[in-house]
C-alpha cells in the first residue's frame, strides 16, 4: 500500500473508488498496483482533469450536453485517451469509477458483478453485468464522438490556413 495522489491516475489507471481504510480515503487499482491516498475519489479527478486544462464538473457538464446523457455520464479525463464511467451516481461513496480498459464481466448474482481486465486483475463491484457494458458502451461512444468532432475541426482549420 503506497500513499498518492492525482498524479497515479492516467493511462495504466483501472478503477478508482471510495476507500476508509487506515485513514484512506481513496483506493486506486493500476496496472502496476493498489495505491491509496488521504483524499477523495472526487478530488483526485478534479484534480487529473485540471492537469489537463478543465474541471471534473466542467468536462462532466461539458459531455452531459455534447451526448444528451441525463446521470451517470462518463468522463473524458485527457481527451483521446484517458477516460472513466461511474458505475452510479458519482455523488454516492459506494460509486467505483472504471477506466478505459479492456475488461470481461462475470455477473455473481444480482448487482454484483467481477470484473477482469486485461492484465488479469479482477474486481468485484456493486453493479449489473448491463450497467457496467451499458456504461462501457456510452464511455467508448463518447471517446469516438470527442474524437471525431475534434478530426473535422481540425481538418477545416487545416484547409482553412491554407487558403481552401
Request: proline share 2%; with cysteine.
Amino acid at each position: 500500500m503506497i500513499n498518492c495522489d492525482s498524479k497515479l491516475i492516467g493511462k495504466r489507471t483501472l478503477m478508482i473508488e471510495s476507500s476508509f481504510l487506515d485513514g484512506y480515503q481513496s483506493k486506486i487499482t493500476t496496472t502496476h498496483g493498489i495505491y491509496f491516498s488521504g483524499k477523495t475519489v472526487i478530488y483526485l479527478l478534479d484534480k487529473a482533469c485540471i492537469r489537463y486544462a478543465s474541471t471534473l464538473e466542467g468536462r462532466m457538464e461539458a459531455i452531459k450536453k455534447m451526448m444528451n446523457y441525463l446521470n451517470k455520464t462518463p468522463l473524458i479525463i485527457h481527451p483521446c485517451e484517458i477516460g472513466a464511467f461511474p458505475t452510479m451516481s458519482y455523488k454516492k461513496l459506494e460509486c467505483v469509477w472504471i477506466f478505459n480498459h479492456h475488461f470481461e464481466v462475470e455477473e455473481l448474482s444480482k448487482g454484483i458483478s467481477r470484473l477482469t481486465f486485461f492484465d488479469g486483475t479482477c474486481v468485484t463491484v456493486n453493479a449489473s453485468k448491463h450497467v457496467l457494458l451499458k456504461q462501457q458502451q456510452r464511455l467508448l461512444t463518447t471517446i469516438s464522438t470527442y474524437n471525431l468532432i475534434h478530426r473535422e475541426k481540425d481538418l477545416y482549420i487545416g484547409n482553412d490556413f491554407r487558403g481552401k
